[in-house]
């Protein structure tokens, strides 16, 4: 096993252990601990047998080298990713402008309240 593999192991063997943490302290929903569990998994298989998974993809996808294979596959993954990433955020900026309107429509009821208490206490 050559040294990257087993730097490859390590790293993905503390991923997976930092994922477990966030689970347990509740950062993270099952579903997102499952898909990462997953992706992690097929890191783990290709950090083991590189030559056998890009060969594997080769064939499927019917490319030149085994390492343009993995790059594909690479580039595929990363793309889910940040569309992922993209649609996360997309949903807290609607989440963070709703709020926004309510907390503004709350202090404008708010300053007409106040308005009305100050103008009774000047009558009296």
């Known amino acids: 096993m050559y040294a990257a593999q087993v730097i490859a192991l ?10 477990y943490r966030d689970y347990s302290n509740g950062r993270l929903d099952r579903q997102s601990v499952v898909s990462w569990a997953i992706l992690i998994l097929v890191f783990v298989v290709v950090a083991i047998f590189p030559i056998q998974v890009s060969q594997t993809i080769k064939g499927l996808l ?3 080298r085994g390492l343009d294979a993995l790059f594909v596959v690479s580039i595929g993954l990363m793309f889910f990713v940040v569309f992922d ?13 709703e709020l926004t309107r309510k907390v503004a429509i709350e202090l404008e009821e708010i300053n007409e309240r106040l308005k009305k208490l100050e103008g009774k206490e000047g009558k009296s």
């Open 10 to 19: 390590l790293v993905l063997a503390y991923l997976l252990l930092r994922i």
């Open 62 to 64: 019917g490319l030149g």
């Open 85 to 97: 990433l993209y649609l996360k955020i997309d949903k807290t900026e609607r989440e963070i402008t």
